[in-house]
């Protein structure tokens, strides 16, 4: 008798252990962070591909500010250049004598500022001692202050003159690769005409016209895919970085794609084919909602998510749901049955998942 109850005094002992340490086990289990989504409302992504052509993200018409005879063209088309570098020269004869003609303003504006001045100062002294009169006071404060506004407008047309001269050389305003020379030496270039055009180098966006029925589809930050025909058929992926609100007399608006990573293989000029996810809405009494492939299971051929529900300051419980799906489309599957716009559901990690389980939304980026 002593043997049994000693006997179930070690069972009732184990027991206790066992589910005070699972129950500490229970406690401690850290609280999951996950990737999640909510579910959307008869929305499927449908592919369409416009043509578009590269250009670079940074062209420059570079022409003079100033008028006259080309002296030289220092570069070729398709040549690289750096900032600051002279493309091409003005003869600079005319200019240069208008210079010297400033500059001879300057010294004698300068030589009659310096003895109005001395006079200035002179008489001042002497009419604060009563020593002229004050009409003589205001005839050297007059002439003074006139030589001083000579000397100043001198000065200014000195700068002009220099700012003219510097004008006769055209120069690169950031690195680049020449995409044009459109004058040639001893032509005369009129002032603001194009003379030269660079282009940034690695810099490559593509520019889509879209309809206007399509172009409300699209938004700044959707990612697409860029192509054109090579020996090995490459795909670049690109973003929207601008959306035009469109050109007077035009049915298309112009949509501009950033490329990244295209490296030297997509040149200005080229045609490229764009290929947009476009979101298209549709009702119908079949489908309820859409949920991304990646939020979803399969266990004995059927198709389940967790739901995320019981939401207490950030923290929710996730609960497994079978759902009934139609074929993928997409990257989406639609749902006939089992949940509805607005759930929210595991996206990653479904293998850690279980019913109950707490977790915490994880920032989408």
Do not use: W
Not at 170 to 175: E, R, V
């Amino acid at each position: 008798m002593k043997h049994l109850i000693y006997f179930i005094g070690i069972v009732i002992s184990t027991s206790i252990i066992f589910s005070c340490a699972n129950k500490e086990k229970s406690e401690q289990e850290s609280i999951r962070p996950v990737f999640y989504e909510r579910v959307e409302k008869s929305i499927v992504f449908i592919d369409k591909t416009y043509p578009g052509v590269a250009q670079s993200q940074q062209v420059s018409n570079l022409s003079f500010k100033v008028g006259g005879t080309i002296k030289r063209i220092n570069v070729e088309l398709g040549q690289e250049v750096n900032k600051g570098k002279v493309l091409a020269s003005l003869v600079k004869d005319d200019y240069n004598i208008k210079l010297q003609q400033a500059q001879s303003f300057v010294s004698s504006a300068e030589t009659q500022y310096n003895t109005a001045k001395s006079s200035y100062e002179r008489i001042e002294k002497l009419y604060k001692n009563s020593g002229v009169s004050l009409n003589d006071f205001e005839k050297a404060k007059a002439q003074f202050e006139a030589s001083q506004a000579q000397y100043e407008t001198a000065k200014s047309q000195l700068q002009a003159a220099k700012n003219q001269v510097s004008y006769t050389d055209l120069k690169a305003p950031f690195n680049g690769k020449v995409s044009g020379v459109l004058l040639e030496a001893n032509e005369f270039a009129p002032p603001g005409r194009p003379a030269i055009l660079i282009s940034s180098q690695g810099n490559i966006e593509i520019k889509v016209p879209m309809p206007g029925s399509v172009v409300q589809k699209v938004q700044v930050g959707d990612k697409v895919k860029v192509s054109f025909k090579t020996s090995n058929n490459e795909i670049f992926e690109g973003l929207i970085s601008e959306i035009s609100f469109g050109i007077s007399n035009q049915p298309t608006y112009p949509v501009i794609i950033t490329i990244s990573k295209s490296g030297n293989r997509i040149r200005p000029g080229m045609v490229v084919q764009v290929q947009f996810l476009q979101k298209e809405s549709f009702e119908t009494n079949e489908y309820k909602a859409f949920v991304s492939v990646k939020a979803v299971g399969e266990i004995n051929e059927k198709n389940f998510v967790y739901v995320l529900e019981n939401e207490k300051d950030g923290i929710y419980e996730a609960h497994k749901k079978v759902i009934e799906t139609g074929e993928i489309m997409n990257g989406y599957f639609p749902v006939i049955n089992g949940l509805i716009p607005g759930d929210i559901v595991v996206t990653a990690g479904l293998e850690f998942m279980y019913d109950g389980r707490k977790v915490k939304l994880l920032e989408q980026k």
